[in-house]
């Protein structure tokens, strides 16, 4: 608790106990409630999953609380072995949360008038959706970050990430043995919406394109995770020279 | 109920995702990106998403390349939560029928 009420002088507009009912923290975590919803299914099938490649209820939970990073724990975990590629799983984690770089760049100029200390606490809790909140709000209040406000959003996301995520590693022996026999294909549902998410039309989809034919004739023929650099990088070097001939 | 190997895996994930964090925060603010490496950039993680799920679509097995269609489908159209459901029932429906 010591953390939370720390956080309290964060707002300087704001006196109110960060949290309270019409404080700026107030604010966030209300903007944040659909986003929470949002997050529920993505967690349990990811927690129910992690179980299964043997994560315990211990594990799940320090992943997701320590990464939070959705993608890259979709993507650690699908790749995930007993023991692990340690190598293969951190490269990839690089590499999913790579956009992280652009949009830390892009929330720079609304961090400006906050100690370094406060911005760099503030990042842990940046993934998609606090930053596109954050971004959406400073806007609105002329170019300045609320921290009351995103420390809001940030507690109700992070939260509803890590419980659900721990609560799908409880429940996912349990819904594995039910629905076995499609259970599995929940995860490629997860990425394609994902990858819908993502979508900015077919000429920027042509680098997935190529990820998807390289990363495919690779598994064919190389037994292991190969598949996994071939795709990857074949897809970023094929956006890469695709980029010059825009 | 914590296995070293995990734990290292995790640190090291956690760790490097810090990075991303704060790196563009740190390093880049001043900066303007090349539009070139921006749009590189933009596509990675699509790039790593598809590519983790491209054995699904290599598989081979007809009921599960169906399925996976029709997931496609699902998943251009609808949220998530009725997306994994259409997925699992499909695949769970198409691997009695056809045999999996």
Redesign the interface.
Known sequence: MDEVLEVTDFSSADTRPWLARGSEGWRGLRDSVPVMLGFVPFALVLGAQAAEKGFSVIEVPLMTGLNFGGGSEFAAVELWTSPPHILLIVAITFLVNSRHLLMGATLAPLLRHLPRRKALMALFFMCDESWAMALADAKKAGGKLSLGYFFGVAFGLYVSWVVFTTIGAFAGPLLGDITRYGFDMAFPAVFLVMLAGMWKGPNAALPWLVSLVAAGAVHIVIPGAWYVPAGALSGVLSAFLLARNQ | ???P??????????T???L???????F??N?T?S??L?????????????????????SGRPA?LL??FI??M???RL???P??L????????L??VLG?
């Not at chain 2, 190997?5 to 956690?14: E, G, H």
């Not at chain 2, 991303?20 to 740190?26: K, S, V």
């Open positions: 109920m914590i296995d190997l995990y734990l290292t895996a995790i640190i090291l994930m956690a490097v995702t810090y991303t964090r704060i790196g563009g925060y740190l880049l603010r900066r990106l539009p070139r921006r749009t590189v950039m933009e596509s990675a993680p699509g790039c790593v998403l598809i590519t983790v799920i491209a054995p699904d679509f290599v599960d399925a996976l997931t496609l699902a998943a251009t949220p998530i939560l997306t994994v259409v997925a699992i029932a499909s695949a769970g429906v691997r009695h999996g």
